[in-house]
């Protein structure tokens, strides 16, 4: 008997989106449909990646990061994320739950920090073996309400730390790569109360389910 190839979700935004509780809602829904996942995020998910994710974020290098660098990095904790972790997860039939995959990279390096798209997209070819999640969920709010969410959290990371106008064009970055792919992307306005958003991802969630599992 074939298994069935698990999904990949993602889960992108700007600082302060609120990804947390959303995905927490989201891992509740999956347990209820008893579809079996597990949860990861970027950079990150491997003791390796998780080394690459402290390196590439660490506010020590304030300033000091060349963006080619920064790409890298966070490319180099993706290819091994996805051959140590993701891949074999689907191709066992478990669904992944990521807290951010290759769009922050396009939002990011590309956006953000002006890295051309092509070779974004060379690397995503090559390094993440051209995965692309099924189903996206992009939590889009202002920016400098996501900034003072994320100072109410704790210290800002080497992200972080960057002016505003950065995040501003990362949040149009991400915007037009969900105008790009709208068949995956769902845009769901964060900048409401916390279980107006999980709700509005549950809406969204069911309706997808209901085309890729039977009831
Ligand atoms: P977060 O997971 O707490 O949101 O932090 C991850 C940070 O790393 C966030 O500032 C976005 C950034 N990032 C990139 O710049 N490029 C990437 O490809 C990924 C996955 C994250």
Known sequence: MSTTRGRLISFEGGEGAGKSTVIQAVQARLRERAIGFESTREPGGTPLAEAIRALALSAEWQGRMCAETELLLVFAARAQHVRERILPLLEAGTWVIADRFT??????????????????????????????PDLT???????????????????????????????????????????????????????RPR?????????????????????
């Open 137 to 191: 969920f992009l939590l889009d709010l202002p920016v400098q309400t996501g900034l003072a969410r994320a100072d109410a959290r704790g210290p800002r990371d080497r992200m972080e730390l960057e002016q505003e106008s950065f995040f501003e064009r990362v949040r149009v970055a991400y915007l037009r790569r969900a105008a790009q792919s709208p068949e995956r992307f769902r845009i769901i306005d964060a900048s």
């Open 195 to 215: 279980e107006e958003v999980a709700d509005s991802v549950l809406q969204a969630l069911d309706a997808w389910l209901a085309t890729v599992v039977p009831a």
């Open 103 to 132: 769009d922050a990279s396009f939002a990011y390096q590309g956006g953000g920090r002006g890295q051309p798209e092509e070779r974004i997209r060379a690397l995503e070819s090559w390094a993440a073996c051209d995965l692309q």
